[in-house]
């Protein structure tokens, strides 16, 4: 009862009000294809000007999973990945060729056959959500910019940003560990690390529910580490989601070592362990978004908004 | 939760639940069944097919006698004339008519049954003139006379024939030890004889015949196995005149003297339930359906006082479609506890409504039983996914080898089910297939999707809440309320409004943030 109390006391959000007071208040049933389905969250992306990983190929028929290795001749490294796929199922990422081997992070590695088998499976449905036929896409491979790939040990660490009717209101980076196997799914043992909207540095860090102050792989440490690039990932991440209607949107952004941040997909449905990372709830600072909400702010006006809800949120977490 | 919800909630539960209250305390309709054993709603039907000729169909119907009272009965056919004919206390029901096209006849009745004890009488008495004439004599059903039967009476070495019992003990003895029963043997007396194994029927004309030619009056008898779940079964039996009283004897079930509690007796005499003159093609089937209440509640639930009700009670509709419905009301009872577990708790389930149609599939096998289907259909998911991996399959076909292996092992089952719960498992065998195909597929899928884990903690989840949904499902009291008392799904309805607009923490949550409850964590 006490913890109830607490939980309510601080604004954590819980499913069942996630569903009903936002996405199912604010996410039109019929705009959820927009984000679901990468091939069309890429295209409008471009349309927008908005720096997202390239496209190399797309593959949608079984046929063409034949000529995919003379398609991929000239590619050293890339990463194929379902269009509809959820949670980071069903994703390969090659970095590099040895003779007829493909090599994967983490020394793992196999061959053609093995890849066209599972471009097949993409093909099939296997990993989209409802089970349909898929198509499966082929992608630049990221090279994570070296302040943030210094943290992890294996796989490409994302940030995560919750967009709120144009608002971005809490962020977190999700950082790939030995444990997860490279994925950055908090689900499977990947570390959550809360963001400062304001100052763009890690608060806080966990594994699971277990707080953390360094990596359990190396030992670095994952406090106030600085994001690379993190004001134009805010507002990427705010453009991106002012294209699909959606008022409630979790954007994942990456930091490329080159190209800086890149918005590698949306999420309709965002999940709540967010708060876990930030030790902080988002009820507080989804309805300062209401109440301070003014239609036809532009972009910049809508992230300092945002970047002021926040801090004001953890100064009242701290007095 | 809105205001909005709060009210259309409270608006349906109201009303379900004043109806229920009206019902249960205005008209006095029993709310908690009596508990009542050996009650039977028990319905005959015949379809005949006619080519426009005059004819009649005769069906055995039972008596009130020892061991059993019947009330309650009804009948109704189309264009044809009903008439109850008696002769010896035996009742035969006559429709008769001109047959044109199909007809289709239904007789029911409610049935009180109890164990009938007959103990055998030891003192002798010589059979009246009436009983040896009508029960002793040969005929080419029961071929008393014939040598082959002369010849086995003689090295059994029977007892004096003033003692009725001790033959009848012999020869009761002779039939169910040394003669198999076996579903591929013969209905025929002297070849069931010749054989050692005999279909029931088989064994039982031969008791009859052995009897009759050791001079004991016998007949046969026929009548139903009430079951407490499923359909009927015809069962067999033997009847002999010792010192003024029919004993029963079962040589197929090895009792003797006595008629078990779940045992209706249709027709004694002969073994024939339904006969018919005059038409092309007659079919007959028995349905029986286990009341839940005592006889005069039964009265004032199919005829409430108040005559919009009377007209509106299921209890009065024919017995297939209230088995159905029975089934059928318990659903919402299911839904509801899967949205609690859901919502409120918090558990990953598979699909929405899995756990309610695995509970469902469960209530036509044991709980036992179905948990080892389900175990078994999981081992088969991961087994198929490990075998079929070097394979390189495409979704759907791997998915339909899976389903094609859960065939072979149900087929499997029915070779070596017919010594464990065989009738059990098979009753009610396809509604369970098709809701354990759904469970291969979204275990398969989850499991391609989420991996081994998450599908496992989902399985096991989806396991759980059926389990908490099975004993609803098995309850009689729950069933008697739902079917009883529909208006409660109104009611049922306004709680589920109330858990969909709820926007309060889950269990899960509370589980997943309880760090965040705690002050110290949060410093940094």
Avoid at chain 1, 10 to 21: A, K, S, V
Avoid at chain 1, 98 to 120: S, V
Avoid at chain 2, 30 to 36: F, K, M, N
Avoid at chain 2, 121 to 131: F, G, H, K, Q
Wanted: aromatic share 6%; proline share 6%.
């Amino acid at each position: 009862m006490r913890t109830l109390r607490r939980l309510r006391e601080r604004g954590i959000l819980g499913i069942n009000r996630r569903n009903l007071d936002f996405t199912l208040r604010w996410n039109e049933r019929r705009l959820y294809p927009l984000v679901d389905d990468k091939l069309q969250t890429k295209r409008l992306l471009d349309a927008a000007g908005i720096p997202a990983p390239k496209l190399l190929a797309v593959v949608r028929e079984h046929f063409e999973v034949r000529e995919l290795p003379a398609r991929l001749e000239a590619l050293g490294s890339f990463v194929l990945k379902p269009s509809r796929g959820a949670m980071g199922n069903g994703i390969v990422v090659v970095v590099a060729r040895d003779g007829e081997w493909l090599l994967r992070p983490g020394g793992r590695r196999m061959r053609m056959p093995d890849l066209q088998y599972h471009a097949a499976s993409i093909i099939s449905g296997l990993f989209a959500l409802s089970g349909h036929a898929d198509a499966a896409m082929l992608e630049e491979r990221l090279v994570v910019h070296p302040d943030l790939a210094e943290v992890v040990s294996d796989g490409v660490p994302d940030l995560r940003v919750i967009v709120y009717r144009g608002v971005p209101v809490m962020a977190m980076t999700r950082l790939p560990t030995r444990r997860s196997g490279g994925r950055a799914n908090l689900h499977q043992g990947a570390i959550g690390a809360g963001i400062d909207l304001a100052g763009g540095r890690t608060t806080r860090a966990v594994q699971g529910t277990e707080p953390l102050r360094r990596h359990p792989d190396h030992g670095r440490p994952l406090l106030g580490r600085r994001i690379p690039g993190w004001d134009r990932a805010l507002e990427i991440a705010v453009r991106a989601t002012d294209r699909t209607g959606l008022g409630y949107v979790g954007a994942d952004v990456v930091v490329d070592a080159e190209r800086g941040p890149l918005v590698l997909e949306l999420n309709a449905r965002p999940g709540l362990a967010i708060q876990v990372a930030n030790g902080a709830g988002l009820r507080p600072r989804l309805r300062a978004v209401d109440d301070a909400w003014r239609p036809g702010l532009g972009v910049a006006d809508r992230v300092a908004r945002g970047r002021e809800i926040a801090r004001a949120a953890s100064l009242r977490l701290a007095s | 939760m809105t205001r909005a919800v709060l009210l259309v909630g409270g608006l349906l539960v109201l009303a379900g639940t004043s109806l229920f209250l009206w019902k249960a305390t205005v008209l006095d309709l029993p709310v908690i069944p009596s508990r009542v054993e050996g009650l039977w709603r028990v319905e005959l039907e015949i379809l005949a097919r006619g080519g426009g000729r005059r004819g009649s169909v005769r069906a055995a119907l039972p008596s009130t006698g020892p061991g059993q009272v019947i009330f309650d009965e009804t009948s109704a056919a189309e264009r044809l004339v009903f008439a109850i004919r008696s002769e010896d206390d035996q009742r035969t029901g006559v429709w008769r008519g001109r047959f044109t096209g199909a007809h289709r006849i239904v007789h029911s009745f409610r049935v009180e049954l109890s164990e009938l004890e007959v103990p055998i009488p030891d003192e002798p008495m010589e059979p009246p003139e009436s009983v040896r004439k009508a029960f002793s004599r040969a005929s080419a059903e029961l071929p008393a006379g014939a040598p082959d039967v002369r010849a086995i009476l003689e090295p059994l070495g029977l007892p004096r024939p003033s003692d009725a019992a001790g033959r009848l003990r012999m020869l009761f003895g002779f039939v169910a030890d040394e003669i198999a029963t076996a579903e591929t043997g013969s209905e025929d007396a002297l070849l069931t004889l010749g054989a050692r194994e005999g279909r029931p029927e088989g064994k039982v004309r031969l008791l009859v015949t052995l009897l009759r030619a050791a001079g004991v009056p016998a007949r046969p008898a026929v009548g139903l196995r009430l079951p407490a779940e499923g359909s009927p079964e015809r069962v067999v039996w033997a009847e002999a005149w010792i010192a003024g009283s029919w004993v029963p004897a079962f040589p197929v079930e090895g009792v003797l003297g006595r008629r078990p509690e779940d045992v209706l007796l249709l027709r004694s005499g002969s073994l024939g339930l339904v006969e018919a003159t005059g038409v092309e093609a007659v079919t007959s089937r028995h349905l029986a359906l286990r009341e839940l209440l005592r006889p005069e509640e039964l009265g004032a639930m199919m005829v409430p006082s108040q005559p919009v009700l009377a007209s509106l009670s299921l209890y009065r509709l024919p017995v297939g479609t209230q088995a159905a419905l029975r089934g059928l009301l318990l659903l919402p009872l299911g839904v509801l506890v899967t949205a609690i577990f859901r919502n409120l708790v918090g558990l990953r389930t598979f699909g929405t409504f899995m756990p309610v149609l695995i509970a469902f599939a469960l209530r036509y096998t044991s709980l036992a039983t179905g948990l080892l289907m389900v175990a078994g259909v999981i081992a088969l998911g991961i087994g198929g996914r490990l075998a079929l991996e070097r394979l390189r399959l495409l979704l759907v076909p791997r998915l339909a080898i899976l389903l094609c292996v859960v065939v072979l092992v149900v087929t499997g089952l029915a070779l070596t089910g017919r010594t464990l719960e065989g009738r059990a498992f098979f009753g009610g065998v396809l509604l369970p297939m098709v809701i354990l195909t759904m469970l291969i597929e979204r275990f398969s899928v989850t499991l391609a999707e989420e991996g081994v884990r998450s599908a496992l903690v989902q399985a096991g989840s989806s396991v759980v809440v059926a389990v908490a949904v099975y004993p609803l499902f098995r309850s009689s009291f729950a069933e008697h309320l739902m079917f009883g008392f529909p208006e409660l799904v109104v009611a049922i309805m306004g709680v589920l409004v109330w858990i969909g607009g709820y926007t309060g923490y889950r269990l899960a949550d509370v589980w997943r943030f309880r760090s965040l409850a705690r002050t110290a964590e949060l410093e940094p």
